[in-house]
């Protein structure tokens, strides 16, 4: 038998290919954060039910980012989508900016009063409502109802570029080539 008709026999091979590839970036990650001789018991609790849920999820996003959410929380960055983190203003019907300099996300006038502060070649990502909503959701639910929620196309985009850039603020290089290496095989 040829490769091609291989890869033809099998249609779920291109499935099982994103889930190792997601399975490598929960480990990969890992080596990223711990230090050496250093156990984290409560960050292998969490990469062993997210490896345990993959198998049986047919799309892996909203689990790999609640692994992300709950792994950041894990190291001691528990992030606030509930509110702006500089006013207080409940994040509900317009969009809020990623500030992982403040733990969470901060409302547009607040960015604007301290803009001072930011880089503005390097503009933070939005995030909508609706993901503000999604995110805080992934971070207190039982980690099972990733099976039940579905996130569209854009918010998907958008959680995605909010966690990298959280990510990389926080835990570094090693954890930004990690999330590189995984949208090589797995296309958000
Ligand atoms: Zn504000």
Do not use: H
Not at 30 to 38: G, I, Q, R, T
Not at 114 to 122: C, I, S, T
């Amino acid at each position: 038998m040829t490769q091609g008709e291989a890869v033809e026999a099998r249609p779920e091979l291109r499935e099982d290919l994103t889930k190792i590839a997601c399975a490598s970036y929960i480990g990969e990650m890992l080596d990223a954060v711990l230090p050496e001789n250093k156990p984290q018991e409560g960050v292998f609790v969490l990469a062993a039910a997210a490896l345990t849920l993959l198998g049986s999820l047919d799309e892996p996003f909203l689990l790999l980012s609640c692994f992300e959410l709950r792994l950041l929380a894990a190291l001691g960055y528990r992030l606030n989508f509930d509110a702006c983190a500089a006013c207080g203003r409940s994040t509900q019907g317009e969009s809020f900016y990623v500030s992982p300099e403040r733990g969470g996300v901060i409302c547009a006038g607040c960015r604007g009063r301290l803009a001072g502060a930011y880089a503005e070649d390097f503009p933070p990502p939005q995030l909508s409502a609706g993901a503000c909503r999604l995110l805080s959701g992934l971070l207190n639910w039982d980690l099972r109802r990733v099976f039940n929620v579905k996130a569209a196309p854009a918010m998907r985009q958008e959680i995605d570029a909010a966690l990298a850039y959280y990510l990389a603020y926080y835990l570094g290089a090693p954890a930004a080539r990690a999330k590189e290496n995984l949208s090589v095989y797995y296309k958000v």
